[in-house]
């Protein structure tokens, strides 16, 4: 019998597996694998093949434990993406760790070039996602089970509970990219002029001066 660690573990990389030949959003591979050079100064879409490689590019111990969450935000993601793994370039797939301590929150983001796949290791989130027709769609998730989030949809998790919780993320993309919705429109360099963000969001030049300085450096 299978330890039930292990089972979800299995079923994430199931999900993910699916996920990459069914759905990738990268271009297809042409080759058996293309280990990305890091370092290479050519820019392309994606990375420049590495000469050589070894197991250790396809390796990542990043997401075996929980990760320290006291911060502002009460989470903390830990990224398995081609800049971590680079054995990844060009296979479509990538993966993130989200710890979360009581009442902590993975604000609200987008990922512009992936679907994610969540799966809850351990605790209860609430999660949710907006349309472009502006509908929430949300659930309470827990243990063993998973919420889909479609590309470039702006989405979040909180924690509700009175005890940690963490999740495994698979995307369709070696790279999804995420852009923080406050820290974009708050803290980008240069910054949103104080008068757009004060009427879309309606509120004065201070509130928004208050929100861009609690924001500074965060981006």
Do not use: W
């Not at 990459?20 to 990305?36: F, I, K, T, Y």
């Not at 793994?85 to 979360?100: E, H, K, S, Y």
């Not at 909180?158 to 708050?186: C, M, V, Y």
């Amino acid at each position: 019998m299978v330890a039930p660690g292990k089972l979800y573990v299995v079923v994430v990389m199931v999900l993910i597996a699916t996920i990459s030949n069914s759905v990738s959003a990268d271009p297809d591979m042409l080759q058996d694998v293309c280990v990305a050079d890091l370092n290479n100064a050519v820019k392309m879409n994606g990375f420049a093949c590495k000469a050589s490689f070894s197991a250790s590019d396809f390796f990542f111990a990043g997401l075996s434990k929980q990760q320290p969450t006291n911060n502002t935000l009460g989470s903390i993601v830990t990224q398995a993406f081609v800049t971590e793994v680079p054995g990844l370039n060009t296979l479509g797939v990538a993966m993130a760790r989200i710890d979360f301590a009581p009442g902590g929150l993975n604000q609200p983001h987008e990922h512009p070039r992936a679907t994610e796949v969540l799966f809850v290791l351990y605790g209860e989130l609430d999660a949710g996602f907006i349309t472009t027709a502006n509908v929430l769609v949300s659930k309470t998730i827990k243990q063993g089970e998973i919420f889909i989030f479609p590309r470039g949809l702006v989405h979040f998790q909180i924690n509700n509970g009175k005890g940690p919780a963490a999740a495994i993320a698979g995307f369709n993309s070696q790279n999804p990219g995420r852009e923080d919705i406050a820290t974009s429109l708050f803290a980008a360099t240069p910054p949103v002029p104080d008068s757009v963000l004060s009427k879309a969001f309606q509120i004065s030049n201070q509130e928004v001066d208050a929100i861009k300085s609690k924001l500074a450096g965060t981006s």
